[in-house]
């Protein structure tokens, strides 16, 4: 079982719609990632959080640490949000040394005019 | 400066040339990462280090070999790989060890094509 799983796995909407993916751990974690990733191309980070919730623009990102799970929120989406959206969770790789990032398998939003 | 820039940005190599990948980062960050990415996977973790000495490496083949010449440069020499071998390389640095983890910042990547 995968430590870390995201849903859904494709996500089509059309413009302007409301977007949500979700990702839920199994492990104890001390931050939760959202990344972005276009086809072919490098990885953008859009939020950490350990806590609460963070708003950057028109994306939202919430974690509940109790029911270990965290959302992904796009208002107002356009097609230039189309893109891979990967949860990433940190935890320590050994005692006192660093963390490490276990990554979602990722969500694949395509967002057509 | 928030980049890691990474080159070069593809790359094509027969299977017994020797070439190496390159990551630089200006942010004073003190840890620094290799990512491989296969197509339509997440990225695995290859090496990591911190403070200039390799302190993880996740059981990778040595035919990849990481080196840190100094705080702001990575490298991985690649000699005799094989057509598996062929997927993206990301580069990533974060602030380094401390009592909370900090955030990551990737480069671009490096597209490698083993023939």
Known sequence: KNEVEQSPQNLTAQEGEFITINCS????????????????GGI?????????????????????IQEKHSSLHITASHPRDSAVYICAVSSFLIRGSNYKLTFGKGTLLTVNP | DTEVTQ??????????????LKCEQHMGHRAMYWYK?????????????????????????????PECP???LLNLHLHALQPEDSALYLCASSQGQGASPTEAFFGQGTRLTVV
Do not use: C, D
Request: charged letters at 20%; aromatic letters at 8%; a positive charge.
């Open chain 1, 25 to 40: 751990y199994s492990v104890g974690i001390s931050a939760l990632h959202w990344l972005q990733q276009h086809p072919g």
């Open chain 1, 44 to 64: 953008v980070s859009l939020f950490m959080l350990s806590s609460g919730k963070k708003k950057h623009g028109r994306l939202i990102a919430t974690i509940n």
């Open chain 2, 7 to 20: 080159t070069p940005k593809h790359l094509v190599m027969g299977m017994t040339n020797k070439k190496s």
């Open chain 2, 37 to 65: 990415q296969k197509a339509k996977k997440p990225p695995e973790l290859m090496f990591v280090y911190s403070y200039e000495k390799l302190s993880i490496n996740e059981s990778v083949p040595s035919r990849f070999s």
């Open chain 2, 70 to 72: 100094n705080s702001s």
